[in-house]
């Protein structure tokens, strides 16, 4: 049970840290570009990226069987 | 003249059993709690129903459907067999009602201020000290729980509703309709059974600290968090992720921006029919076999321990984190760490002002409000990756 | 050159038989009463749509999904097969549907004048006579209905939607796409069915009576009234409880006035998704086989007398209880104990102002109008208590 | 069928006493508290209440078995 | 310690495969494109949730439930196990999808015109070469499909989501995952795909042509248009009959104005229900072994091709058109025909207003657009008939 | 292949054909009934017509079994 109530903190603990940390960057980078955000025309680079990023992730897993 | 007395015998006066006729007057005591006191009506009117309709003898809202041999249906099952097989031995309708209720979570609060995830872990040590409560009073004999249906029980510690049927329905099917009565009326609770421990573990002075205002928390970190909880979850403790998973879809849903038709789906007509049937199949385990004996008993008094302890330990916490840090925490917030979202938080914020009619707690109670949410279904997580 | 051939013999044109040909034109024809003429186009229009998918010779709707021996799908089944199975099979539609118009119901009309009960009561009249009916055509040699056929063919005189294809899907699953089309376009063409009966039946002096005005009924009785209906279908009658409980609990959930958002989805988008399955999956009972009998003769044959017969008794039984009481009641509101809500009862207004400018009945007529919805659900459970 | 009709003239002839009954009852004795139907706050003496009668229902229950 | 130990090996970190890591990235991607990059995010957002999900280990979201010999079940299955057997495997969720676009749909400017359904039909063309496409990697060596793989795939080409969903659950149920995000991916990729083809097939003085103010409709052409496009699927192509009935019965319960409460519901509560469901149905599908291949990279490339032939081909029929007929098409309305709507049709409109100012296309546009959806829907009957 | 794509081209065409033709009969005989499409009240011969309809077809069927 010590276990348990510690695996419930851990978590937290752990959730904290990251939580904290990304909110730190999010508002050290982030702020600047709302822009961003807003839905709506996708960005011009989009499909290279997505095949781009897709690709790539096959080789690399394909390469490591 | 036989026809005469076939329908007599097909009545129900005719086949009621004691248990049965109890049964029903607790189906309709639910149901007076809901409409009359208020307790949770969403659930206990449902529920109450469901407990009233399945103790009709003869109705055979729990009749399982009969298949001949080349598997064509010769006789129907029960409506409450289907609700309770598809949706709750499934544990798909709990699931749903938690992506609602991610759907219309506000992380905001719990961002600005994330510290308050401790209040959250701490008032979830009720779950944990009424599994060895259940083991304790069957060590006494006079009841009979194993450690799968203390597990289910300590949940009830946990403040939340579909949790609490989510790991009943894994690890003790039997005790549902008990632990879901017993949650859901100690949800209802929360204004009576809280108060008196916080009073009693703060002083004045505590009650009286005013906590900074919270600073403005972007939509951005409300879409990275609940993909960065999602993602330690994954890593860590993969048993929490039927609910968490569900939790933290139904929370991007809303926090993105970008799919507000199924983001108010969620949180209106889908988590609206499956309350319905969730209720009313909850409500179809209060048979009396399983519900009319001494265990109910202990889950009760299980259940309220667990309210009392997670109570106090959230408070407690906030106490102890004040000794360390040096931005001040008002430890009632700590008691609305059990989650009861968002009554605890009420509670908080009331006994907040009577101390100081200057002193607002709601948004800061909030934070480990959704905390203690979090913090019971890690707990779940935890139970089902020992026991189920 | 063989896959010309093979896409022509796929093709529904050279499948299509005669039988299905005829049942597509009906679906158009439902469809055309729906859209052109009104004809309860909630139902009929889905129900159209249904005849025509499942009368598409190669299209599969009805398809079974088949398994292989490790119970894996090796292909899938049609949409209609699954939605008649799950749905209407089990009696999971109909029962949501009643839960919906229970809370679309106000009792309060009846309430006021519990009496208008017994005209509720006596128009089910037409239920019972049109089974004796059923029974004296297979007796002739001309049909062949069975007595749990006979059963689900006079529950038409219930003039009740829902009521009737639950009945039919529990007692004659081969009927159900005939009797259903014929309650649907009964109860549209209730307002040609009723006034020649009600005016040959009543005096203009009795079609004149004034009736006094309602008294107002509090919150407290419309909510103590479906939990006493539903304790007494426990006691007394629980094969009516499927359909009764539901009733009761929509109705509950309308009058507590505490779970709003229920009974809100209970009456919108629950009871609309389910309409739409409901009636593709009563559609597509409309199979040639099925239908193109002498057998849909007598069914129609069957429902037409069985809403003359209980439109009569229900003004009768008006008529009886002017002899007894003292309370004058207009008997043109006994017509409206047929159910087919809210139309038989505006019938009866429409009627009742034609003899007499100030007689307004709309109110009044609801009372009946009402009762004759719990009437065909009692009804229907003593069938079921006898053949099913 | 005579039965049929005759069941569902009972049972509506017995609906009509209760209904009638029951109205009697609320004019008289529950027009009075209006407020106890307005949901919210749970009342003072709920959690005992609740507790006591679910106690007394299994107690009587079990001493009948 | 033996405790602590089991936790860890629980914990996804320790059970984590490289190719889970890597799906959780995709589906991470797919989400970050749905919010950030507004690619089509009510399906991209679910389908992402549903690939990270899916991909936790040991989180069971795709667990059998475990029956005893009784056919009681021992162990419940996974959410994402119910949601695809129930919903995607059986072609329930895409055929709801298609009713709720069908109530959507208004084909008044297709009526207008109906020469634009050539248009329509001619967009398709993408569908087939797709098909001669993959197989032509099949024989490099390079993949591995057969011919109902390459089937599902071309229908890529028909810029429809739930027409893919749906011929890919029939024919190629392992690929169902890449081609739906391919789909999906393309669709959203519309404004940067075809202005190049756009622009590159026509001259500057076709794009300039203005095009003739379309007709009013009446009510009475839009309800029989769905019914006659329904009696020619059942004579014709009864293997269309699911996805265009279903749309035909969406469309009709839209125009015959007589049933808004079903079209409402069609169109909100229920095509949003479902389209969660459908999307984490969706994602469920993308795990390492069938998404992490050279077939995906294959799928990914065959898409665009057809996206890209599908859009010159639909040009290539206007500027056929306009050397037969009289009344002039402008040609950039034939990219429309691809479907995509209503994306493709703002596209035409957008690159029609840049060649000249006045030039409103997008109602014009539409006509093709939709005559697109019932041409990939028509594509699919062929398909399935062949190799279904 | 061919056949695929052939059989969406005569199919969109006998659709064009098919909706064309009645879009002509209903804007030459249609328009000025706008009347019978407002859904309401129930025509004065529809429940004859319906019985009629489907009892014609119902003897149309049988004979010819
Ligand atoms: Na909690
Ligand atoms: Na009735
Ligand atoms: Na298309």
């Known amino acids: 049970m010590l276990l348990g109530m510690g695996t419930v903190f851990v978590f937290l603990a752990i959730l904290v840290i990251v939580t904290t940390t990304l909110s730190t960057l999010v508002q050290k980078y982030g702020a600047v570009q709302p822009a961003e955000l807003i839905p709506g025309a996708a960005g011009q680079l989009d499909e290279a990226t997505l095949l781009a990023v897709i690709s790539a992730a096959i080789h690399a897993h394909r390469s490591k069987q | 003249m036989d026809s005469v007395i076939q329908l007599l015998q097909d009545s129900g006066a005719y086949q009621l059993a004691g248990g049965q006729f109890v049964m029903i007057l607790i189906g309709l005591l639910l149901i007076y709690l809901a409409i009359s006191k208020g307790f949770e009506p969403l659930l206990l009117l449902p529920i109450g129903m469901g407990a009233i309709l399945v103790n ?11 298949y001949d041999s080349a598997g064509h249906m010769d006789s129907p099952g029960g ?13 798909i309708f709990p699931l749903i009602i938690f992506m609602g209720v991610g759907a219309m979570t506000d992380f905001g609060p719990l961002l600005a201020n994330p510290r308050t995830l401790f209040l959250g872990a701490a008032a979830q040590f009720g779950i944990f000290t009424t599994v060895l409560g259940a083991l304790a009073l069957t060590s006494t004999g006079l009841m009979d729980f194993s450690l799968a249906d203390a597990a289910a029980i300590g949940i009830i510690g946990g403040a939340d509703g579909p949790t609490a049927i989510f790991v009943a329905s894994r690890l003790a099917p039997d005790l549902l309709g008990a632990i879901a009565v017993a949650a859901y009326s100690y949800m209802a609770l929360v204004p009576m059974i809280q108060p008196p421990i916080m009073k009693a573990l703060t002083t004045q002075k505590e009650r009286e600290i005013l906590m900074q205002q919270l600073r403005p928390v972007s939509q951005r970190e409300k879409i990275i968090f609940p993909l960065s909880l999602l993602v330690l979850v994954a890593l860590f403790l993969p048993t929490a992720a039927p609910l968490l998973g569900m939790f933290c879809f139904g929370n991007l849903m809303k926090e993105s921006g970008v799919v507000e038709r199924l983001s108010d789906t969620a949180q209106n007509a889908l988590i609206n029919i499956t309350t319905i049937f969730l209720g009313l199949g909850v409500g179809s385990k209060l048979n ?9 008993l202990g889950i009760l008094l299980l259940g309220i321990v667990a309210f009392a302890i997670g109570t106090a330990t959230g408070i407690l916490m906030a106490k102890l984190m004040n000794k360390f840090g040096n931005i001040p925490i008002n430890p009632l917030i700590g008691a609305a760490g059990v989650s009861a979202v968002p009554m605890a938080a009420r509670v908080a914020n009331k006994v907040g002002l009577e101390a100081n009619p200057q002193n607002f707690l709601l948004m800061h109670a909030m934070g480990p409000n959704v905390a203690g949410v979090i913090g019971s279904a890690v707990a779940a997580g935890v139970m089902i990756s020992y026991l189920g």
Chains 1, 4, 6 share one sequence.
């Open chain 2, 56 to 66: 009709i003898p003869g109705a055979g809202f729990l009749a399982e459907p009969i």
């Open chain 2, 79 to 91: 409506l409450l067999y289907y609700i309770y097989e598809a949706g709750i031995a499934t544990g």
């Open chain 2, 288 to 296: 009396s076999e399983d519900f009319l004996n001494v265990e109910t």
